[in-house]
T-cell receptor, first 114, second 113 residues
Framework: KQEVTQIPAALSVPEGENLVLNCSFT??????LQWFRQDPGKGLTSLLL?????REQTSGRLNASLDKSSGRSTLYIAASQPGDSATYLC?????????????FGTGTRLTIIP | EPEVTQTPSHQVTQMGQEVILRCVPI?????FYWYRQILGQKVEFLVS????????KSEIFDDQFSVERPDGSNFTLKIRSTKLEDSAMYFC???????????FGPGTRLTVT
């Protein structure tokens, strides 16, 4: 069964620190992987998309990496700020072009302590 | 910046009633999706829609569910006879093409009493 796991479920770090969020997936045959941010009671904001042929993507203070062979992706957040507090979701599109759905992890709830 | 919009933001309905959740995808997108998130659980895929037909659906998307693109801008999810377990946040998403990013709306919170 194709699954996505995110550990830990929750993480608290002091403001200014760099941090890494982890995502693992059970099948290395992925099409792409997308990181989202979800604020409480709100929708999903797309942060980064990595295609299966890519190793990493960067946007501002965010850097996402992909290692298909080990079934892992990480989201690195540099110089964390209180506004980064949210739940971060990893979602994988397994298989080939014809597979439309994203399979989501349960997320990591991040709290940045001022 | 273009965004996906959804209405209503919150819908309360009685068990057995029909509900229609509405979405306006980003205007030049061709692929449309519905997902749901039961409180405290993962976001789950329901259905994808392309070229005026369903391209993929999950086991959750049974005969009680249907989708429609009634005009050039709206995309709707209908639940014919709601059950208590249909209570969830329903997200609409759209994408320019299959391989590219999916952009999500703010969600409709459905409460079935």
């Amino acid at each position: 069964k194709q699954e996505v796991t995110q550990i830990p479920a929750a993480l608290s770090v002091p403001e200014g620190e760099n941090l890494v969020l982890n995502c693992s997936f059970t099948d290395s045959a992925i099409y792409n992987l997308q990181w989202f941010r979800q604020d409480p009671g709100k929708g999903l904001t797309s942060l980064l998309l990595i295609q299966s042929s890519q190793r990493e993507q960067t946007s501002g203070r965010l850097n996402a990496s992909l290692d298909k062979s080990s079934g892992r992706s990480t989201l690195y957040i540099a110089a964390s700020q209180p506004g980064d507090s949210a739940t971060y979701l990893c979602a994988v599109k397994f298989g080939n072009f014809g597979n439309e759905k994203l399979t989501f992890g349960t997320g990591t709830r991040l709290t940045i302590i001022p | 910046e273009p965004e996906v919009t959804q209405t209503p933001s919150h819908q309360v309905t009685q068990m057995g009633q029909e509900v229609i959740l509405r979405c306006v995808p980003i205007s030049n997108h061709l692929y449309f999706y519905w997902y749901r998130q039961i409180l405290g659980q993962k976001v789950e895929f329901l259905v994808s829609f392309y070229n005026n037909e369903i391209s993929e659906k999950s086991e959750i998307f049974d005969d009680q569910f249907s989708v429609e693109r009634p005009d050039g801008s709206n995309f709707t999810l209908k639940i014919r006879s709601t059950k208590l377990e249909d209570s969830a946040m329903y997200f609409c998403a759209s994408g320019r093409s299959g391989p590219l990013e999916q952009y999500f709306g703010p969600g409709t919170r459905l409460t079935v009493t």
